[in-house]
């Protein structure tokens, strides 16, 4: 793969993360979820500022994102490395979105739209387990953090097994870095005791 193609897959890949779903979505209703609950602009908190149907519109274009970005990388990339590589900048772009200063999600749902194209049976997995444990402790935040090292747990023994190759498990131990990475403040609540429990208000 060439430099531009890198190039060129980087940066849609982050331009599309960085479309900055929940604050398009809140303008709807007159709302900005960046102004309650976490400040961010993910599936989440637009549950908690802007409501079921709305945060499932939310939820659909992060994934979306997440999807587009993986796609497009591939096309214009002439190696398996260029639907990973996107989907990776996809994340990160929704996290850090150039189009709101730098802020943004926490990734799960734009990083689990990227892998469903690059690891479909590992996001099928994760979704059972953070189901799971959102069901029993409704902790999101708990059930993302999981989801995120499961992907890649799971891409680690699909590469070992000859299923898929180093390029898919590559980006999903990536995009899971980040994810947990953007968690962090997340980690210092939940080992002090403090993590806000969906639907606690």
């Known amino acids: 793969m ?27 209703r007159g709302v900005d ?3 309650s609950g976490s400040g961010r602009t993910g599936t989440t908190n ?34 398996a490395w260029g639907g990973p590589l996107a ?20 990734g799960v749902a734009t990083g689990g739209g990227a892998m469903l194209v690059l690891v479909p049976l590992g996001v099928l997995v994760a ?14 935040s708990l059930g993302s953090l ?3 090292v499961t992907v890649p747990l799971v891409a680690a023994a699909l590469y070992a097994a000859g ?12 995009i899971g870095v980040v994810v947990v990475v953007a968690h962090a403040d997340n980690i210092a609540r939940l080992r002090a005791g403090t993590e806000r429990r969906l639907g606690s208000g």
């Open 2 to 28: 060439s430099g531009v193609e890198i190039l060129v897959a980087a940066v849609v890949g982050y331009l599309i993360g960085a479309i900055p779903s929940g604050v398009l979505v809140g303008r709807l």
């Open 33 to 35: 979820p960046r102004a």
């Open 46 to 79: 637009a549950l908690r500022s802007l409501g079921p149907r709305w945060a499932v519109a939310v939820a659909a274009m992060d994934v979306g994102k997440g999807i587009l970005a993986v796609a497009i990388g591939a096309a214009v990339a002439s190696s």
């Open 87 to 106: 989907g990776l900048a996809a994340v990160i772009g929704h996290v850090r979105s150039v189009f709101i200063g730098f802020g943004g999600g926490r």
């Open 127 to 140: 979704l059972l387990e953070m189901g799971f444990i959102v069901w029993r402790t409704r902790l999101v």
């Open 146 to 148: 999981m989801a995120a």
């Open 163 to 174: 299923w898929i190759g180093i390029e898919p498990l590559v980006g999903a131990a990536a």
